[in-house]
């Protein structure tokens, strides 16, 4: 996915955006953790120098997990992903990988 973003932003940019509209056809609590982790990783790439857009789209990002879910599950996966990657923003090597 790196390699695509430095050839050309626009081709994760799209799919991310078909990929996160497509968020409903996940079944199982399963599914949806890998799905949105799967999400979070194109993010993590994307917004790698602006914390202020990766937090913004995260909060997106769950809303339409949220939205999604009526029974208010937890994606711990998902979760737990996001507090690596602010655990680790101090660190710059860590974006590097």
């Known amino acids: ?19 996160s509209q497509s968020f409903a056809t996940a079944a199982s609590l399963k599914e949806k953790n890998e799905f949105i982790v799967h999400l979070l990783d194109i993010l993590e790439i ?5 914390g202020g857009f990766y937090a913004n789209e995260v909060k997106e ?3 339409l997990a949220h939205s999604e ?4 599950t937890v994606l711990e996966k998902a979760v737990e992903k996001v507090i690596v990657y602010v655990r680790n923003g101090n660190d710059p090597s860590y974006f590097r990988k």
């Open 1 to 19: 996915m790196k390699i695509l973003y430095s050839i050309d932003a626009n081709i994760l940019d799209s799919y991310f955006s078909q990929a």
């Open 46 to 50: 994307r917004y790698s120098e602006d």
């Open 61 to 63: 990002l769950f809303g």
């Open 69 to 72: 879910d009526r029974n208010q």
